[in-house]
Every structure is written in C-alpha cells, then in structure tokens.
T-cell receptor, first 116, second 111 residues
Framework: SAVISQKPSRDICQRGTSLTIQCQVD?????MFWYRQQPGQSLTLIAT?????????ESGFVIDKFPISRPNLTFSTLTVSNMSPEDSSIYLC?????????????FGPGTRLTVT | DAKTTQPTSMDCAEGRAANLPCNHS???????VYWYRQIHSQGPQYIIH???NNETNEMASLIITEDRKSSTLILPHATLRDTAVYYC????????????FGSGTRLQVQP
C-alpha cells in the first residue's frame, strides 16, 4: 500500500489567483495521478505525472491551467491557475503501486478548494 | 477499460450483510475488478480487487461470476461507518492507465 498526504487540506481563494497543491507519498512510486471531484460528482482524471517526463493531460485539461511538477518519485504538485468559481472542487492525488501480479491505486485525502 | 453498471443507491440494516452488485459484461481477459468506497468528502479508499477467483480480506469479500460478467461486493456485517459511495471499476491498470470512476452506488446503512 501507500500513504499519501496532501497540503493544504482546504483553502478558500479569490478568483484570478493560483493555488499549488502538494502531494507527498511515503514510498517511491512511478505512476502518480491528479483527479478533480466537482461538487456532487464523481472523480475525473486531470493528468498523469511521471518523474522525469512531462505530465500527460486528459481531454479538457491543459497545462497552462493545471501545471504539474514531479521532481522525484515521492512528490508532486498541481497548480490551479487563474482560478474561477468553476474550479471549486476537491483535488485528489493518487498513486499506483505494484501488488503481487497486479496493481493497486491509492488516493490522498484530497484538497478542498473553494473559489470566491 | 470496460464499462460497469451499478445501482444508484441501496439501503442496508446495521449488522446485516450488504451485497453490492456490479455488471461488467464487456470485461476483457486481462482486466481486474476493483472496488473502492468514498466516505463523504474523503479520498477514495481501496477495498479489494480480483481477476476471476473470489477474494476476501479484512474489509470485504468479492464474488466474481464464472463468466466474469458481473460481481458482488459483500460487507459481511455492515455498520453505520460503512455508509459511503461504492465504486466498481474494471481496469487492467497497465501502462499509463488510471482508474476511471463512474457514479457508484450510494450505500446507506440504517440503524
């Protein structure tokens, strides 16, 4: 398994500003992911972040809006840029780890962002 | 990844077994069935996963039909703390794939 922490746990931000969310894992992992969960909705994958390469973004998400850093195998950041109220969501970091003959994916506690 | 179908919501009495069904008729041979749950506003919690054999751990049991087109997650003695949204996800989780979440089943455990 993997233990994931995120900072901040929540924040209230003004529109037009940016927020950087940090994700720390207790072990080295190759695959890290960032998800968004809008109010009342399910989780949506934003991007895959691998160490040593640029993040791969899903349809509807762009690097200018959600820049991601992955400096090493235990840490990543997601920035929500030029925020608007529509960006109010829970942002979740996730990692994939090897388990016997398959894989498991674990999630952080999330960062609850409110944009006013 | 194969699509899954789950009931929108279910109720269960505290202390009774909660049986959550999932249909995945287009599952491929290398895809696993994963179950997660999300208690209000927390990150999703891994419960269990399996390929074709039934699996059991300290949280739950996973029963997969022989044709692998459906499965059931069993919480043997539901408590109020098991009230959550339960997600059934089918994935090979290879390459760059990440889990894709559907709407899940909202389980309400009643006292």
């Amino acid at each position: 398994s993997a233990v994931i922490s995120q900072k901040p746990s929540r924040d209230i931000c003004q529109r037009g500003t940016s927020l950087t969310i940090q994700c720390q894992v207790d072990s080295q992992v190759t695959m890290m992911f960032w998800y968004r969960q809008q109010p009342g909705q399910s989780l949506t994958l934003i991007a895959t972040a691998n160490q040593g390469s640029e993040a791969t973004y899903e349809s509807g998400f762009v690097i200018d809006k959600f820049p991601i850093s992955r400096p090493n195998l235990t840490f990543s950041t997601l920035t929500v840029s030029n925020m608007s109220p529509e960006d109010s969501s829970i942002y979740l970091c996730s990692v994939r780890v090897r388990a016997a003959s398959s894989y498991e994916q674990y999630f952080g506690p999330g960062t609850r962002l409110t944009v006013t | 990844d194969a699509k899954t179908t789950q009931p929108t919501s279910m109720d269960c009495a505290e202390g009774r077994a909660a049986n959550l069904p999932c249909n995945h008729s287009t599952i491929s041979g290398n895809e696993y069935v994963y179950w997660y749950r999300q208690i209000h506003s927390q990150g999703p919690q891994y419960i269990i996963h399996g390929l074709k054999n039934n699996e059991t751990n300290e949280m739950a049991s996973l029963i997969i039909t022989e044709d692998r087109k459906s499965s059931t997650l069993i919480l043997p003695h539901a408590t109020l703390r098991d009230t959550a949204v339960y997600y059934c996800i089918v994935s090979a989780l290879t390459g760059r794939r990440a889990l894709t979440f559907g709407s899940g089943t909202r389980l309400q455990v009643q006292p």
